[in-house]
């Protein structure tokens, strides 16, 4: 598996920018393998936008931005036809989404109409503008993020939206150590906020990102590996914590997510403790707690984990 052991690199590189946020990076590596995209939730100031830049960075792929606000419309996202010369007709103008890894900075903040053509895209991999289909491109990888405490303006994406992102990943603040150290790095000179203090350099070529995510297809489940992924996401339909547990669609993400987490680990082989794992981040936004213990403060992340621990183990 050529390159696989640069994925160690890339891990270094972004944890030596970001720090104390060794699970995040990790999580979202697998996002990307996966051919997946990420939801990144977490307070302001945690680093979510500095995270993909310096990621995307590393990887050696394409990077745009888009701010969502109230007033973002979906040609903002997609592109526009403009009439540039009346004899030719309209010219299609390329929008953000054309790029390899894109972020999508607080997504709720966008209303349902302009969220609805960016997923579109995710699910499709391509847009249409005037009746005309523009494919994007095969590394194209949405990292979204979201603020969890603040709702005032926002348009909460529905569960059929939250569906199509292949991990929810949890950005917490970081420990201590952590934090001095962040210190220490802007004592130093660092500033997340100017650019050109970022030096991150490219460890693969766009076409190596696309043999990673070929790897992916070569690691190998074993069938009681299968059984357990699929018992896992049948559990959560027979829990009486969850009003709402993972569809089909849930049971293949965990599969591909669990697929991803063995190659980072650099195994062709996928096992339990990878299912484990990567479970959380695959299920936590499928899921729909009961009202009594969304009421008793419980989480999606409390259920699984007790649910985790119930489910048979394969030996």
């Not at 936008?49 to 590393?58: D, E, Q």
């Not at 049971?251 to 190659?263: P, Q």
Request: net charge negative.
């Amino acid at each position: 598996m050529p390159g696989i052991s640069r994925l160690d690199t890339v891990r270094a590189s972004v944890s030596g920018v970001v720090l104390g946020q060794e699970r995040v990076i990790d999580q979202m590596l697998v996002a990307f393998l996966a051919r997946g995209h990420a939801l990144l939730e977490g307070v302001p100031g945690t680093a979510k936008t500095l995270l993909v830049r310096v990621l995307s960075a590393a990887l050696g792929i394409r990077y745009s931005r888009i701010q969502f606000t109230p007033d973002l419309m979906p040609s903002d996202v997609t592109g526009v036809g403009i009439l540039v010369d009346p004899t030719r007709g309209f010219e299609f103008r390329a929008g953000p989404v054309f790029t390899d890894l894109l972020l999508g900075d607080e997504i709720n903040r966008a209303p349902p109409k302009t969220q609805a053509a960016l997923l579109e895209a995710m699910a499709e991999r391509q847009v249409t503008a005037d009746g005309v289909t523009h494919g994007l491109s095969d590394l194209f990888t949405v990292f979204a993020t979201q603020n969890p405490v603040e709702h005032e303006g926002t348009f909460p994406l529905p569960e059929a939206q939250l569906d199509r992102f292949l991990l929810k990943i949890d950005v917490p603040y970081p420990a201590a150590e952590a934090e001095l150290r962040i210190l220490d790095s802007y004592a130093a000179g660092f500033d997340a906020e100017r650019g050109a203090l970022l030096h991150v350099d490219p460890l693969f070529t766009a076409a190596e990102a696309r043999g990673l995510r070929s790897a992916v297809d070569e690691v190998t489940v074993a069938s009681d590996v299968r059984d357990y992924i699929a018992r896992v996401v049948r559990s959560t339909r027979d829990d009486p914590a969850i009003s709402l547990g993972g569809s089909p669609r849930a049971t293949v993400a965990l599969f591909r997510a669990s697929r991803a987490a063995a190659l980072l680990e650099k195994r062709n082989y996928v096992t339990p403790d990878d299912v484990k794992t990567i479970a959380p981040a695959v299920l936590r936004h499928r899921l729909m707690i009961a009202p009594e213990l969304q009421v008793e403060g419980r989480t999606a992340d409390d259920v699984l984990g007790s649910l985790l621990s119930r489910v048979p183990v394969p030996k």
